[in-house]
């Protein structure tokens, strides 16, 4: 695994994205980013800085490999945020227009338009995954990213939970295994092009809330502030493709994937 910043657990990404490292797997999951959505409004368009050169290095340098020594690319992307408001009534496919209403999903499908260029201009096997809100890590707590593991978070320590809006806002959760499961399915078959990757089903936040106090037996407090303009309200992926072409389906309800990620954190501490 490589990051910005080299440690222990990882070598630095200018290695990573060497010609000899790319052509020694057979894979290359890419998910590194610099911001997360809240982070991205504070400083817009700062991922052409970032993210984007440096993705744009690494397709250079996948497509100058030899054809039979290139590895797959898998890019993750954000289906929470590149299509916008879900349509009424069903969830966003592959196939609908991408209306992203914040800087994060406006960078998120800026990469995804150059993965597809050079795709087609030097026959790269690449896939994209727009992912739904995954949960099921144990986050860092002052990261503003991830509800169910905020949420976990108060009810461990007692502090109140801070939920931007009113809590009707609806999105479409991932437990991690099913993530997993999805992704080593994409690496076995190789399979290339654009695929949502969700629950297929959209949750409140309050509704969640209220689950999160049921499998945990606490009753947090919870503090609702204004929303963000920039937050979608209502997220929802349509994963019938991904079911088809790879049979793979969801399978962790979310309140098993609560009750896992749950009895991890206790675990730890």
């Known amino acids: 695994m490589s990051s910005r910043v080299a440690d222990t657990r990882f070598i630095d990404c200018r290695e990573a994205a060497s010609a000899a490292c790319l052509a020694s797997f057979d894979a290359v999951l890419h998910l590194a980013w610099s911001t997360v959505p809240a982070l991205a409004e504070r400083s817009p368009g700062s991922e052409w800085q970032t993210d984007l050169p440096w993705l744009a290095g690494m397709l250079r340098t996948l497509a100058g490999l030899p054809q039979e020594g290139r590895p797959q690319l898998v890019f993750f992307s954000s289906g929470g945020t590149v299509y916008g408001e879900a349509p009424a009534g069903r969830g966003s496919r592959e196939d609908d227009p991408c209306r992203p209403i914040g800087w994060y999903g406006r960078a998120k499908l800026a990469a ?5 260029d050079f795709t087609l201009a030097c026959g790269l096997d690449s896939t994209v995954l727009r992912v739904a809100n995954p949960y099921g890590y144990l ?13 976990l978070h108060s009810a461990q320590t007692g502090r109140p939970a801070v939920v931007w809006g009113d809590g009707s806002a609806r999105k479409d959760y991932l437990a991690a295994g099913d993530l997993s499961e999805a992704v080593g399915r994409v690496i076995e078959l190789r399979a290339t092009g654009l695929y949502n990757l969700g ?12 689950l999160v106090r049921a499998v945990t037996g606490r009753a947090f407090a919870v503090e609702y502030r204004e929303g963000f303009a920039w937050d979608v309200h209502c997220s929802r992926l349509d994963v019938r ?7 793979w389906c969801p399978r962790i309800a979310p309140r098993e994937g609560i009750e896992r990620l749950w009895g991890a954190q206790v675990t730890v501490s």
């Open 199 to 210: 629950s297929g089903e959209s949750h409140t936040v309050d509704e969640v809330i209220a």
């Open 241 to 247: 493709r991904i079911g088809q072409r790879l049979a």
């Open 139 to 151: 986050l860092d707590p002052d990261k503003p990213q991830g509800l169910i593991a905020h949420l």
């Open 112 to 116: 995804e338009r150059l993965i597809d």
